[in-house]
């Protein structure tokens, strides 16, 4: 079965960075968009960017252009997102998902991770 398995969050201070990578199985990695989303306590899941099947990015969410970048393996079957610059608001659980086609709607994504928590505290 497909499975998307995140890593790479973690506690960081004010304007530190952190990795985030998620590895895929169980599908053909290499047809899919890739994109992450993260969810903020009391917040709806938000779209933060997507890397079609090509490697094209979309346009990151306002919030975080300039600060984070998101980039695939397809040798690795892995997706990552570089944060760099962090601030307490990016502080969220941050999942990755998979779709044949791009969107920024989560409800259209039919394989997610299990998140991997980003807190950003002093």
């Known amino acids: 079965q497909v499975q998307l398995v995140e890593s790479g969050g973690g506690l960081v201070r004010p304007g530190g960075s952190l990795r985030l990578s998620c590895v895929a199985s169980?599908?053909?990695?290499?047809?899919?968009?890739m994109a992450w989303f993260r969810q903020a306590p009391g917040k709806e899941r938000e779209f933060v960017v997507a890397?079609?099947?090509?490697?094209?990015?979309?346009d990151y969410t306002d919030s975080v252009k300039g600060r984070f970048t998101i980039s695939r393996d397809n040798g690795k079957n892995t997706v990552y997102l570089q944060m760099n610059n962090l601030k307490p608001g990016d502080t969220a659980v941050y999942f990755c998902?998979?779709?044949?086609?791009?969107?920024?709607?989560?409800?259209?994504?039919?394989?997610w991770g299990q998140g991997t928590q980003v807190t950003v505290s002093s």
């Open positions: 169980g599908l053909t990695f290499s047809s899919y968009a």
């Open positions: 890397l079609t099947w090509s490697g094209v990015p979309t």
């Open positions: 998902a998979a779709r044949l086609g791009f969107s920024r709607r989560s409800g259209d994504y039919n394989y």
